[in-house]
């Protein structure tokens, strides 16, 4: 009877151990709100959080802002984060925070707008999805877009972004054209090409497959995209 007592004490210590060290990582919250040039609240607007730091592991969320232009991340582990928001006819800002454990970080996203002087550009959004060819979304993925035909007077850059945990990713501001659009992950490589139109929201998947070398042989080695 006092061994099995012992035992008891031993396993709920152990439990108690456990749960311990897994409600011990650190997190935050962030809370901000969007507005426009004129500083009025943006409805609608994207939002996204994304840890500075490599590797596939590191935190990103998305969220979308409310009528007062409100958005929120209620956990968030405590580290280095860029914030970047944007609205499709309002332009896009963006701002680094550190979130500490058990704070709240506030912060607040005035949109840039259309530069004037009759340069203004017709721009859409691309909304995408990374996945395996089983249809299991792929997290981490680099999603980088580059313009096909060269637009004249403009100096030419590739937009780049990263798949959230559930395979999805979106670019806002895109201006209108032709583009490659291409996926990466070791392991693993798509390649698309999708035509943006302006004001709307043009959508991709991006099926990753395995690159092939010169002898015509995969990869074979690293860590696979699949998730068994």
Request: net charge neutral; proline share 4%; no cysteine.
């Amino acid at each position: 009877m006092k061994k099995s007592w012992i035992l008891l004490v031993v396993f709920t210590a152990m439990f108690a151990l456990g749960f311990t060290a897994q409600d011990a990582v650190a997190v935050g919250s962030v809370m901000g709100q969007v507005v426009d040039a004129d500083n009025n609240p943006v409805e609608g607007a994207q939002v996204m959080i994304q840890q500075l730091v490599r590797g596939e592991d590191r935190f990103s969320a998305r969220a979308e802002t409310n009528e007062r232009g409100v958005f929120e991340f209620p956990r968030v582990p405590a580290g280095n984060y860029m914030v970047a928001a944007g609205a499709e006819d309002l332009g896009r800002a963006r701002d680094r925070i550190e979130v500490v454990d058990d704070e709240v970080t506030r912060l607040r996203l005035q949109l840039e707008g259309r530069q004037g002087g009759g340069d203004e550009r017709e721009v859409g959004a691309i909304v995408g999805h990374v996945q395996t060819p089983n249809g299991d979304p792929v997290a981490g993925a680099m999603v980088t877009l580059w313009p096909i035909e060269r637009q004249r007077g403009r100096q030419q850059r590739g937009l780049r972004t990263q798949s959230d945990r559930e395979g999805n990713f979106v670019m806002l501001n895109v201006p209108a054209g032709r583009y490659v659009i291409s996926a990466i992950i070791r392991g693993g490589v798509a390649r698309e090409r999708i035509e943006v139109i302006a004001d709307q929201r043009n959508r991709v998947e991006l099926v990753l497959q395995r690159p092939e070398r010169r002898g015509g042989r995969g990869e074979g080695d690293g860590r696979d995209y699949r998730r068994e």
